[in-house]
């Protein structure tokens, strides 16, 4: 799914193109799923007139400030969620050298809404497009975002606000589950989602199913420094993965062997050998030479525990929101559950409860 390069991929094409804009229409399409806490006629009323000021991201979700009164639009893509302006192709999660989908069809399908955007110097219109086919995505009016759930309920960003080296240390170390289901967790790591905590581990030289609690110092600073080479470097790119480095796992990870035959080299200059295991419920790909367990579990995950079903990259925003994972079966989605709204100082206890 899109995780934090490509939520700040989505932020800045909104900053480059509607900062400074009006808002004078926006169409919408009625989704009671997609869209949370409002409907897309209140979303519609409340955006329109109004001119952009900015776009941020925090974590996984992007959204824009706006001037005037009214809620501010705060977007999370799921699993298939993307932005395309009019006259472009459609900001893909990851080049998959099929066949793109025709720039020119207007409204795009699976549209949720379409902003239009007016130059007031030149009176030239643009016009963006959120869409989402699965229906996993979210789309919220929130009157002060970064103080308010979704984003109130996330842990640090691993570029705005990094956890100190201490303070990771002790938040991992009070932990016993497996690292990666701890980096999956939005609620300790805003915007790791499954093949950034697949990539970090690689670099760390960690193995995805070590205990937090066994890790050693060393292995912690590694963590630490690799969570944020990882986002930087995938955001210096615009999150292009074209352009992220050969050594990359993600550049070998994909089709889990069925397709052609990576290249990922060992330091020794020999191939490397990538494993796929189920971890926290998410597919996680490793290299066996590289980052291993005690010689008793390494047994454990050898090929008995390859996994056959198809990727899955979701990592749920909060509580209320399903977590879907993809198989050969498909399981049904089950309904979101109903929650009470947190006060101010219980949304800063879930917020902070890993850092204490």
């Known amino acids: ?8 991929k989505a932020a800045k094409l909104l900053r480059d193109i509607a900062a400074g804009k009006v808002i004078i229409k926006v169409e919408t399409t009625e989704d009671n799923i997609v869209y949370s806490g409002t409907d897309h006629l209140q979303f519609a009323k409340e955006l329109t007139d109004r001119k952009v000021i900015d776009a941020a991201r925090y974590g996984k979700v992007f959204y824009l400030t706006l001037d005037g009164h009214g809620g501010m639009p705060v977007l999370h893509f799921g699993m298939t969620g993307m932005l395309q302006v009019k006259g472009d192709q459609p900001t893909h999660y990851r080049s998959s050298g099929t066949t793109k989908k025709a720039a020119s069809d207007w409204p795009p399908r699976f549209m949720k809404f379409i902003l239009h955007l007016k130059d007031e110097a030149s009176d030239s219109v643009t016009e963006v497009a959120f869409l989402d086919a699965r229906r996993l995505a979210r789309i919220r009016l929130c009157a002060s975002p970064l103080t308010e759930p979704p984003i109130s309920n996330l842990g640090f960003d691993p570029i ?13 170390l009070k932990r016993s589950c497996p690292i990666k289901a701890l980096l999956l967790d939005q609620s300790f790591s805003a ?19 070590r205990r937090c609690n066994t890790l050693t110092a060393a292995e912690i600073e590694a963590l630490h420094d690799k969570i944020q080479y990882v986002c930087k470097t995938a955001v210096a790119v615009n ?10 796992l993600f550049k070998h990870r994909w089709g889990k062997g069925k397709k052609k035959d990576h290249t990922l080299t060992l330091p020794s200059g020999q191939l490397a050998t990538i494993k796929w295991i189920k971890v ?15 010689p008793s579990r390494e047994a454990e995950v050898d090929d008995s525990s390859r996994e056959t079903d198809e990727e ?10 399903p977590e879907v994972v993809l198989s050969v079966k498909r399981k049904r989605q089950t309904k979101p559950k109903v929650t009470t709204t947190a006060t ?8 902070s409860k890993f850092f204490k």
């Open 191 to 209: 915007g790791i989602g499954n093949w950034v905590a697949d990539e970090v581990l690689y670099h760390a030289r960690v193995h995805p199913e």
């Open 239 to 248: 999150a292009d993965d074209s352009k992220f480095p050969e050594n990359w």
């Open 344 to 351: 101010t100082s219980q949304r800063k206890t879930k917020r």
């Open 1 to 8: 799914m899109p995780e934090l390069p490509e939520a700040e």
């Open 312 to 321: 899955s990259d979701l990592t749920p925003l909060e509580e209320d929101e």
């Open 160 to 172: 705005i606000s990094m956890a100190s080296l201490p303070d990771l240390q002790t938040a991992v």
């Open 280 to 294: 926290g419920g998410r597919t996680s790909a490793y290299v066996a030479e590289l980052q291993k367990l005690t």
